[in-house]
Antibody
Framework: EVQLVESGGGLVQPGGSLRLSCEASTLTFRSFWMSWVRQAPGKGLEWVANIRPDGSQRHYVDSVWGRFTISRDDARNSVSLQMTSLRAEDTAVYHC??????WGQGTTVIVSS | QSVLTQPPSASGTPGQRVTISCSGSASNLGSNYVYWYQHLPGAAPKLLIYQNYRRPSGVPDRFSGSKSGTSASLAISGLQPDDEADYYCAAWDESLSGRQVIFGGGTKLTVL
């Protein structure tokens, strides 16, 4: 069973940066689209970004375009989300998702002064 | 940004059948698959339906999905107390902003 484990969350000031990482426990990671989905406190699920298996396509929700970058390293079975110029509204639990079906438990990002 | 519209709440009694709707547009449900998730507090979302109506292994056949045009629905039959959760639809969307994935706002299901 594929398991995804996120890390890198924490408390950061507005305007700051964080890098989230997600690692997979099996080799079935590399053939799939990988995504980041977040849930702000009291809100619903919001897709943030995804990346094609070969890395040739990356897509972002409008609100993070130009601030967040998704990348993958299939040799290490990992996907990352580099977040810059963070805003209070980026505060959320961030989940790593394989294709549509396997979700990590999430890592919490809090943007606050 | 394009949206998928779900009712904010739904309810039913044990044993009943409930349906949750998801309304979209030509740029999302009209041209792409719909996916449905169950989300319990403190847990990772669970995929219930993929590619409009297919069930992953392990998902009971009490859960079924359908899509017609720009609308989709999730049906839960034989409602159980453990079904009380938030339910989300999701789909790719092809808009002026490019390709994105969008989620519905979620439906909170209460088992009375």
């Amino acid at each position: 069973e594929v398991q995804l484990v996120e890390s890198g969350g924490g408390l950061v000031q507005p305007g700051g940066s964080l890098r989230l990482s997600c690692e997979a426990s099996t080799l079935t990671f590399r053939s799939f689209w990988m995504s980041w989905v977040r849930q702000a406190p009291g809100k619903g699920l919001e897709w943030v970004a995804n990346i094609r298996p070969d890395g040739s396509q990356r897509h972002y929700v409008d609100s993070v375009w130009g601030r967040f970058t998704i990348s993958r390293d299939d040799a290490r079975n990992s996907v990352s989300l580099q977040m810059t110029s963070l805003r209070a509204e980026d505060t959320a639990v961030y989940h790593c998702v394989r294709d549509w079906d396997v979700w990590g438990q999430g890592t919490t990002v809090i943007v606050s002064s | 940004q394009s949206v998928l519209t779900q009712p904010p709440s739904a309810s039913g009694t044990p044993g009943q059948r409930v349906t949750i709707s998801c309304s979209g547009s030509a740029s999302n449900l009209g041209s792409n698959y719909v996916y449905w998730y169950q989300h319990l507090p403190g847990a990772a979302p669970k995929l219930l339906i993929y590619q409009n109506y297919r069930r992953p292994s392990g998902v009971p056949d009490r859960f079924s999905g359908s899509k017609s045009g720009t609308s989709a629905s999730l049906a839960i039959s034989g409602l159980q107390p453990d079904d009380e959760a938030d339910y989300y639809c999701a789909a790719w969307d092809e808009s002026l902003s490019g390709r994105q994935v969008i989620f519905g706002g979620g439906t909170k299901l209460t088992v009375l």
